[in-house]
């Protein structure tokens, strides 16, 4: 199994920005589809953005396209979720999440392997 682990989470104001972190634990990463997916209390699971092995392809969900950006760096097994113009509607917890298969339209259940998740809060 691959464990995640993410990081950089936290409160944060109207219009500002945080940079999510996901350290895979080996080097199967490279082979990986990654994914950010975010379910905030008492709502449905939420795709947000996926990214394919190599890094050259990316997906976002249109609620967060233009302000979030998903990258990797596949030589230190991380995947990143860059947050900008953020708003009170991505309060939420971010969990970063692995599958075999890099798929469009992605679902926010697909995928094999799972973080801890870290939350994201947005003050209005």
């Known amino acids: 199994q691959v464990q995640l682990v993410e990081s950089g989470g936290g409160l944060v104001q109207t219009g500002g920005s945080l940079r999510l972190s996901c350290a895979a634990s080996?080097?199967?990463?490279?082979?990986?589809?990654m994914a950010w997916i975010r379910q905030a209390p008492g709502k449905e699971r939420e795709f947000v953005a996926t990214?394919?092995?190599?890094?050259?392809?990316?997906y976002y969900a249109d609620s967060v396209k233009g302000r979030f950006t998903i990258s990797r760096v596949n030589a230190e097994n991380t995947v990143y979720l860059q947050m900008d113009s953020l708003k009170p509607e991505d309060t939420a917890v971010y969990y970063c999440?692995?599958?075999?298969?890099?798929?469009?339209?992605?679902?926010?259940?697909?995928?094999?392997?799972w973080g801890q998740g870290t939350q994201v809060t947005v003050s209005s």
């Open positions: 999440a692995a599958d075999r298969s890099y798929v469009l339209p992605p679902s926010p259940y697909q995928y094999l392997y």
């Open positions: 080996d080097h199967t990463f490279s082979t990986y589809t």
């Open positions: 990214i394919n092995s190599s890094g050259r392809s990316t």
